[in-house]
């Protein structure tokens, strides 16, 4: 017998409503259970490669950021797996540097690493808003350029290395190399804040140690002609304070002095390897290491402005052609404290 | 709730008990399951993070260990060649600078002799002279590493410049021959870089490791601004507590001794993200709970439609069933089972039944066809025979007058000739005459009644039976001599009838009450009334001769008497007269009474429906 449906009203069995409900209610747990699924999906287990961007005004920061990538290296950051490095030729000028930052920046890197007080500066307006995190290194005075507030909290997005004053203890380190010496020429461009810091800090112990200092301004090259053809009388040494002027000119205090068999003290390790007897200063590459410290953290989620500002490392230069050529002998002692010897000259 | 409700509401009684059972046994095993297996999962990522903490401490502080050692190493090694005491000042200074141009942990180092003066002071920073050098005797370290030969490790103390922690140690120089310190080495270390073997230690995400010291201030972190804000945790306690960020975590701590002083390792790892799989196995038991409930549904759906439609439909055609609809037949009949057989045996029962009903009606009709046939037949019977009755009670009455008068023409001309016997014996003729008239004319007032139509009104019953009782007061007195009747007349309630046929029932009830109580010398006749639903009750109560009740019966036919003629007259139809108004009004009537004590007749006539209950009598 086939089904009959009764004609009287009974429960709509067969009607449409009842099914629709059904089939929403059917629907509604397939969409739960996509959902769940959703929420289950397996989260990336590698974490993504960050990218960090290079950023110099000049090519002496190249040690800088070498010595970045291999600090990151050591650090166990793949380059091409853990991270990826967005480099570029130093900008050159202070002018150029706002757009060469502008183009790192549209490509969204993870972190910044600029070289250079007006570097810094620039990429401190420039991430002002996005919070980007910087890292500098170096910045000679990172409170002065008003790049951070504390070198203990930076608080902000920029943290970095800075440079330790460290003149007083080159001046030292003069002594200790040749005691004999007493009277050291200490040429300057007036109006150079970072000469007359050197200035201020090996003032005092001049004394101290017995040296007479000999101050001679220099307002432009051709003074510094007239002083390298007539040095004053008696000069026993030549000590180049952090003067920007007064180092560029370091081939020419490297003549003079060699050609007097004057001990010159320079403030970069660069001018040890260009032929100056010593310096006891930074080291590009170790400063681009020490960064690279701050990056590992800040790539581990530390915000920057929680990490202090460091003092870059000073260390101990000596160049021992030089001294040989100036019949100078390096005591063993002193020799051990050194963390950079050039033994042949170029 | 009516069957209907219930055929509207899908989810009540079998429905529901088989969702209930479904449920039950799809889904609560299954919770069951899940909850055992979440606190499982809960109780092994615990232990995982008990054992990754413990390893993670143990790891760490080896490595803390062996980097703070290593600074106390350090400085012993001055006094491995030679007695380091004994060299020129000049010498000490070198080797001292060379140490600390090789380890920038040292910030500062000094020697100091046994009279408690530096020999000599080297720093990193600075250049130093012998005008620098101090008097230290009175350190506290100094002697404890001159007496004791151990050595010495100061609180932590902070560099005002930069914030970083640091510590001075107090290595005692034992001269080997007479055993006793020939000098100590004071050393001022920055311990920043046991931030960075903060840093990289090998941590889970969310996990951190941190150094204390002594007075619970933090002095490693691989966040430096827990460090240099001086952040502290006094008394760091094990397990589920506040981190050192604020967040919930697992701590582990682990104590580590340097010199004299107690480090406190502590690591601590969130647990929002060490519960994750707990998380992420919550979030599977609920998918598979999902899943399960679809597919119990599923089943729920399939039985629901394979079981309980089917026996829906039964119940809705059982349901129409008896509302008559006897066509109706329950779906399923084809199916080999129970429901089945079900829907087959109620189909089978819904047949016989209809066949039964269709021959119960069948019978039924016939039946009533035939009763009106019977009543029609009686009805013309009875017509006939009220009409014979009426025609011969009509044509009797001139033979009758006849007799009557012709018997009056002999008595009062021929009285002279006819002896006393004869003018007897006339006068018997004429009162029987006379009484056979009565008796006619009560027959014909009988008759009548069945046929007159009745003129419906309502009727004020107390104004009636006192107007009645006025009448039968005055033919009573006007005939014997006065009596005495105590009449009590209480309550009635309205009724509606016909006036007259009303009328006549008390005036004959009221009649015979008179006329049943003339022998008693106290007379007295009640007459009350109530009203009993949608019927008034009315009685008339006398304490006259009263009636055997064996005979009650008898006492409404038609010339039924109980009493002789000579002691009560009367042609005995009064009381047929009553029933046969009540009757047609649609009550009854009854007697009730013992001889000599008196009689009480009632009757019903239907209530005046627009008379208010409140006119009930008492």
Redesign the interface.
């Given at each position: 017998m086939s089904r009959v449906m009764p004609t009287w009203p009974l429960a709509p069995i067969g009607s449409v409503a009842l099914p629709l409900l059904r089939w929403l209610w059917l629907l509604l747990l397939l969409c739960a259970l996509a959902l769940a699924l959703w929420a289950l999906r397996e989260p990336k287990s590698a974490p993504p490669v960050r990218r960090i961007a290079l950023i110099s005004l000049t090519p002496v920061d190249a040690a800088t950021q070498e010595g970045f990538r291999l600090g990151l290296r050591e650090l166990g950051y793949g380059e091409g797996e853990q991270v990826v490095f967005d480099r570029a030729e130093p900008a050159g000028s202070i002018k150029r540097l706002e757009p060469v930052i502008r183009e790192k920046l549209a490509r969204a890197p993870d972190l910044l690493v600029v070289s250079s007080t007006p570097a810094t500066q620039a990429a401190m307006r420039l991430t002002a808003e996005s919070k980007l995190p910087v890292i500098f290194a170096p910045v000679n005075d990172p409170i002065a350029a008003g790049i951070v507030a504390s070198l203990a909290k930076p608080g902000g997005n920029l943290t970095g290395v800075r440079l330790a004053p460290g003149d007083a203890m080159r001046l030292w380190w003069l002594h200790e190399l040749a005691p004999q010496v007493r009277r050291v020429l200490v040429p300057y461009t007036p109006g150079d804040r970072s000469a007359q810091g050197t200035l201020e800090q090996i003032r005092p112990l001049a004394g101290r140690l017995g040296l007479d200092l000999v101050e001679r301004p220099l307002s432009d090259a051709g003074e510094v002609d007239r002083l390298v053809q007539a040095l004053p009388p008696r000069i026993d040494a030549i000590f180049l304070p952090r003067d920007s002027s007064v180092e560029a000119q370091i081939a020419r205090w490297v003549a003079v002095a060699n050609a007097r068999r004057l001990p010159l003290s320079a403030p970069a390790i660069a001018q040890v390897s260009a032929g100056a007897l010593f310096s006891y200063g930074f080291q590009h590459r170790e400063i681009g290491r020490q960064a690279a410290r701050l990056a590992d953290q800040v790539l581990r989620g530390i915000p920057p402005g929680d990490l202090p500002v460091e003092a870059a490392e000073n260390i101990l230069a000596i160049n021992l052609a030089t001294a040989r050529s100036i019949g100078l002998t390096v005591s063993d002692a002193v020799l051990a404290c050194a963390g950079f010897i050039v033994r042949e000259a170029p | 709730m009516s069957p209907d409700d219930l055929?509207?509401c899908?989810f009540t009684g079998l429905r529901l008990r088989l969702a209930a059972a479904f449920f039950s046994l799809g889904v609560l095993p299954l919770l069951f399951l899940g909850g055992m297996l979440l606190w499982l999962t809960y109780q092994i990522q615990l232990d995982r993070v008990h054992d990754h903490q413990r390893a993670l401490l143990a790891r760490m502080r080896i490595e803390t260990a062996h980097f703070l050692d290593g600074f106390v190493e350090r400085l012993r090694r001055f006094n491995l060649l030679r007695d380091f005491s004994a060299l020129a000042v000049n010498?000490q200074r070198?080797?001292l600078?060379?140490l600390?141009?090789e380890r920038?942990e040292f910030r500062e180092i000094a020697l100091i002799g046994v009279d408690g003066r530096e020999h000599v002071r080297v720093a990193a920073?600075?250049?130093l002279?012998d005008e620098d050098l101090r008097q230290r005797g009175d350190d506290a370290g100094f002697r404890w590493a001159m007496e004791r030969l151990h050595p010495w490790v100061s609180h932590t103390y902070h560099d005002e410049?930069?914030?970083?922690p640091l510590m001075m140690l107090m290595i005692p120089l034992v001269d080997r021959r007479s055993g006793r310190s020939s000098s100590v080495l004071a050393a001022e270390v920055r311990l920043r870089t046991l931030w960075?073997l903060m840093?990289?230690a090998d941590l889970l995400t969310g996990e951190s490791v941190y150094l204390l010291d002594e007075e619970g201030r933090v002095i490693a972190h691989?966040?430096?601004?827990h460090v240099?804000?001086g952040d502290r945790l006094d008394a760091p306690t094990s397990g589920r507590t506040v981190g050192l960020d604020g967040d919930d975590v697992f701590r582990q701590t682990s104590t580590l001794a340097f010199a004299q002083r107690q480090l406190t390792l502590v690591t601590e790892q969130q647990t929002g993200i060490a519960l994750e799989p707990a998380r992420?196995a919550l979030?599977?038991m609920?998918?598979a709970l999902?899943?399960a409930?679809?597919m119990v549904?599923?089943l729920f759906?399939v039985a629901a439609r394979r079981i309980v439609?089917p026996v829906?439909?039964i119940a809705?055609?059982a349901r129409?069933v008896r509302?008559g609809?006897l066509d109706?037949?329950a779906?399923?009949?084809?199916r080999r089972d129970e429901i089945g057989d079900l829907a087959a045996s109620f189909?089978a029962m819904t047949a016989e039944l209809a066949a039964l009903l269709a021959e119960k009606q069948c019978f039924s009709d016939e039946l009533a066809a035939r009763i009106e046939e019977r009543t029609a037949q009686l009805k013309q019977a009875n017509d006939e025979l009220e009409s014979f009755a009426y025609s011969v009670s009509h044509d009797l009455r001139a033979p009758l007058r006849a007799i009557d008068g012709f018997s009056r023409i002999v008595v009062e001309d021929y009285g002279d000739t006819l002896d006393a016997e004869g003018q007897r014996l006339l006068g018997i003729v004429r009162n029987n005459a006379l009484r056979m008239q009565q008796l006619i004319e009560d027959i014909l007032h009988f008759s009548r009644l069945g046929r007159t139509a009745m003129q419906d009104a309502s009727i004020d019953m107390k104004a009636m039976v006192a107007e009645v009782w006025a009448e039968v007061l005055a033919s009573v007195q006007a005939g014997a001599a006065r009596r005495k009747i105590e009449f009590i007349l209480g309550d009635l309630p309205p009724a509606h009838g016909d006036r007259a046929m009303v009328r006549q029932i008390w005036a004959n009830l009221l009649g015979n009450a008179a006329k049943f109580t003339q022998k008693r010398e106290q007379a007295r006749i009640e007459v009350r009334g109530r009203r009993e639903g949608a019927l008034n009750v009315y009685e008339v109560e006398d304490n006259g001769a009263g009636f055997d009740p064996d005979y009650a019966d008898k006492l409404f036919g038609i010339f039924q008497r109980l009493h002789s003629a000579q002691e009560y007259e009367g042609t005995g139809i009064g009381l047929a007269l009553v029933e046969r108004i009540v009757t047609r009004h649609g009550g009854r009537v009854w007697a009730r009474g013992e001889i000599d004590r008196g009689a009480c007749f009632g009757f019903t006539l239907p209530a005046d429906t627009e008379s208010q209950p409140g006119g009930d009598g008492a």
């Open positions: - | 055929a509207r899908r010498e070198q080797a600078a060379i600390l141009a920038r920073a600075q250049p002279f410049a930069t914030g970083e960075y840093a990289r691989a966040n430096p601004s240099l804000r992420r979030v599977w609920l998918a999902l899943v409930l679809a549904t599923l759906w439609q829906e439909d809705a055609v129409a509302a609809h109706a037949r779906p399923g009949e084809g189909n």
